[in-house]
């Protein structure tokens, strides 16, 4: 899976790289319109992440230009404007998705891999890790081919984590995931935590591994491999 | 004071003083005239009598007024004027007299001849000249009022229209007033002035709005790089505790700053009237979304929610604002509930109404939509939401009130309060 980035600010652009490479994927980066067209005219990608504000011309410009030369690739726009000019058009000249600056890279690794999922396999794709398999079409979960009976926040939780695997994962990132933006509420972090201990609950009565350990003071990872099975209490 | 009963004050206490002048002046003058003319009548007569005699006729005396003496021997012609008091029987009283007398010699004898007469006393026409004063000021003072009755209305009309659009004008509302025009120089000039002012003052505000914008946008990327560094700093395995301790911190601030922006954003976009699109909305609908993204908080507390809601009800908005608005109340009706508590929604096609229970307020009710109004104690919350609540309800033309009695605390919106094509214009 190839990814192309187009950025100007490169501490972010070299954020974005070695977050999107942290989950598996292969990046290539743009820091100005000129570099983004040549790279898009030059090599086969399959999402394009696009900054809206760029040196040299309009991130939508070159939306446009993606759209025609390949309609089927995937598009994700980052906007530091955060408008919903600019969201809507992006969004109806073909963008597949929209994020708005500043943003977690766990959320940015949770968009791509969305778009990619769309994009790649016409929306059929089952993500697995071992027992555990995501369908993120019929958005079900199954632990050894039985399926867990999931609230959609635990469903969202999951995906969430499986997709940053190996990766901390801050409360911030998990909430806003789940609840989106001006949910600035104090006990946010309560209600995460009970969300994630119905999730571990479930995913144990059903046989699967408990891959999920805190973190001291920062948050969770969600682990591919674990050694021991003992699960951690609350932070 | 009025303007006009100013100038009318002053106006009329200088018409009194020269009126006053005047008066003293008519006395004054009055009074030396009446002698002189009496004098002068007087010694007309003496004349008149002097011929008399000359024609050898006899005069008689009438006394006071009149007195005919001859004198033994000759005596120099002479005249004495003087003021004289004696009685007088017919008048039976005493009285002022004014006495000329003269000494004449006609045919070679010599004769003093004595007119009298009463003199006007000034106090007998003092009164008639302060009474004719009176009246002439009491004149003035009527000619006065009814001509500022008259013209008040005409040339201070434009003025207090122009008031009126003064005291309605709002930044918010990024219009200029309209003032009318007079046919007074000195209110055009006004005129002049304030739509001078009125036109720099929008400028001003409309440079400072797309500043605030601008420099929230300019601040989202350093906050995107520094939330980014963190994130990365925070993926090493071999943290010390403290080490994640201050990632952990730096972390949060970086949240609520970033919270901060955007909600300091949103309000400034609301203000900037970037969200014109009014399309029917189904409100219920939207509400049980939200109660939906908020279920786990509801759970968390155990609070019981509950619904009176018209789900037919139709709302004309725009979807993101009023999404945020039900996102807003909701939120701080689950927030600042107490365990246990309740949150009641009753929605008509007129009003919307959330009741919620709590902890007895300790501010000031009134200063709950102002921005970062919130409890101190309070953490998480940026303390815009209201805010933004508020504006939002501006934009549409909708009402909202917060009110609070002991342990319950209500929001009601109200819709379809005026026209809201008039403010998204």
């Known amino acids: 899976m190839k990814i192309l980035i187009v950025e100007d600010e490169p501490e972010l652009l070299g954020a974005m790289q070695r977050s999107l490479e942290g989950i598996g994927l292969v990046c290539s980066t743009a820091s100005t319109f000129k570099e983004g067209e040549d790279k898009l005219a030059g090599y086969d990608y399959d999402v394009v992440v696009l900054d809206v504000t760029l040196p040299g011309g309009s991130g939508i410009a070159l939306l446009e230009q993606v759209k025609k030369d390949a309609p089927d690739r995937g598009v994700l726009i980052v906007s530091a404007k955060g408008s919903i000019d600019d969201k809507l058009r992006g969004l109806d000249l073909g963008a597949d998705d929209y994020i708005t600056k500043p943003f977690h890279m766990a959320e940015l690794n949770a968009r791509v891999q969305a778009v990619l999922r769309r994009r790649s396999f016409g929306g ?32 969202d939780l999951l995906l969430f984590m499986l997709v940053n695997k190996d990766r901390l994962l801050t409360r911030d990132a998990m909430a806003e995931h789940i609840w989106g933006d001006h949910m600035d509420l104090a006990d946010n972090t309560d209600v995460l935590y009970s969300h994630i201990k119905n999730l571990r609950a479930k995913i144990r009565a059903a046989g699967g591994v408990d891959r999920l350990r805190t973190v001291y003071g920062l948050g969770y990872t969600f682990h591919s491999v674990v050694q021991d099975h003992t699960p951690d209490g609350k932070p | 004071m009025k303007l006009l009963r100013r100038t009318s004050r002053d106006h009329l206490r200088y018409t009194a003083l020269v009126l006053a002048g005047a008066g003293v002046l008519l006395f004054v003058v009055l009074t030396r005239i009446i002698a002189d003319e009496t004098t002068e009548k007087m010694l007309v007569n003496i004349a008149r009598i002097e011929e008399r005699l000359a024609q050898s006729e006899m005069v008689s005396s009438l006394p006071p007024v009149m007195e005919v003496e001859v004198l033994d021997g000759l005596h120099q012609p002479s005249v004495v004027v003087k003021d004289t008091v004696l009685f007088d029987p017919i008048e039976d009283d005493e009285e002022l007299f004014r006495e000329v007398s003269a000494v004449r010699v006609v045919e070679g004898r010599s004769y003093r001849i004595t007119l009298r007469q009463v003199v006007l006393e000034p106090h007998d026409y003092l009164g008639s000249i302060g009474l004719a004063l009176a009246i002439a000021f009491a004149l003035l003072l009527l000619a006065l009022v009814v001509i500022q009755r008259r013209t008040a209305r005409r040339i201070w009309d434009p003025f207090y229209r122009d008031l009126e659009a003064m005291k309605r004008f709002s930044l918010k509302e990024q219009q200029t007033i309209a003032l009318s025009a007079s046919d007074v120089d000195e209110f055009n000039d006004l005129n002049r002035v304030v739509s001078g002012l009125v036109e720099k003052v929008l400028a001003d505000h409309r440079m400072l709005k797309e500043f605030s914008e601008n420099a929230a946008h300019e601040m989202r990327t350093p906050v995107a790089v520094i939330q980014a560094r963190l994130d990365d700093a925070a993926q090493d395995p071999g943290l010390s505790k403290e080490q994640a301790n201050a990632i952990g911190a730096a972390q949060a601030a970086v949240q609520r700053l970033s919270q901060l922006n955007s909600a300091l954003l949103l309000l400034t976009r609301i203000d900037n009237l970037q969200f014109a699109e009014r399309v029917p909305i189904n409100a219920a609908e939207v509400i049980d979304e939200v109660l939906e993204q908020l279920q786990g908080h509801i759970a968390e507390r155990g609070i019981q929610a509950t ?29 600042h509930n107490t365990a246990k508590g309740a949150v009641v929604v009753s929605l008509t096609d007129t009003t919307l109404h ?67 094509s008039s403010i998204t214009a």
């Open chain 2, 354 to 420: 959330m009741r919620n229970t709590g902890l007895p307020l300790s501010g000031d009710p009134q200063r709950m939509f102002d921005r970062f109004a919130r409890a101190s104690e309070e953490k998480g919350s940026v303390g815009l939401g209201l805010s933004i609540a508020q504006r939002i309800c501006a934009v549409h033309g909708w009402s909202i009130e917060y009110t609070t009695k002991e342990n319950e605390h209500s929001v009601v919106v109200r819709f379809h309060l005026q026209d809201p």
């Open chain 1, 124 to 155: 059929r794709s089952v993500v697995q890790l071992d027992e555990l398999a995501i369908d993120t079409q019929a958005r079900t979960v199954k632990v050894h081919e039985q399926v867990l009976n999931l609230t959609r926040k635990e469903y």
């Open chain 2, 307 to 335: 619904l009176h809601m018209d789900r037919s009800v139709v709302i004309e908005g725009e979807p993101t604002l009023f999404r945020i608005l039900m996102l807003n109340l909701l939120k701080n009706a689950v927030g």
